[in-house]
Structures are given as structure tokens and as C-alpha cells.
């Protein structure tokens, strides 16, 4: 997958400004034990996300209070899609 930095320079878009208004945002991960995360921060260059596991709707697991790093395209889609 291209990055969403260098999306946003080929076709104009603004993917990594709305990926930043969605700061605090939960959204579906498949990524996380729980099924659900929280986007925390986005890099200074659009790249990767931090995002902390919360609790699912449907899970039983207690969420992993770690912070972690994915690619933002991914988190992205997590939100979005």
C-alpha cells in the first residue's frame, strides 16, 4: 500500500489531515485483541498512527493499555471504510 504522505502528494488528497481530525476516534481493528482501538496520534509525517486497544463490543479480553505503531493507511482504513 502507498503511504498516505505520498498518496496525498500524487492525487491531491487531504488523507492525512482527515486522519488527524479523527484524533480519539474508536474504530474496528483487526489489528487488536479486542476488535476495537483508538487512534491516539498521527506522525509529523503522515505515515504511522499510534493507537491503544479498547474494549470491543462483542469481546470479552481486556484491552493491551500499550501503545502501538501501525501504518497510517491501515488506520486509515479502519476509520473510514
Known sequence: MVKLSIQDEFDGSSKVSELRSAIGN?????????????LLEVSDSGNTAYTVE?????SK???????KKQPSW?????IFH
Open 54 to 58: 479498547v474494549i470491543g463490543t462483542y
Open 26 to 38: 474508536t474504530f474496528n481493528d483487526n489489528q487488536s485483541r479486542t476488535g476495537n482501538s483508538k
Open 61 to 67: 479480553v481486556e484491552p493491551n493499555q500499550v501503545i
Open 74 to 78: 491501515l488506520v486509515y482504513n479502519g
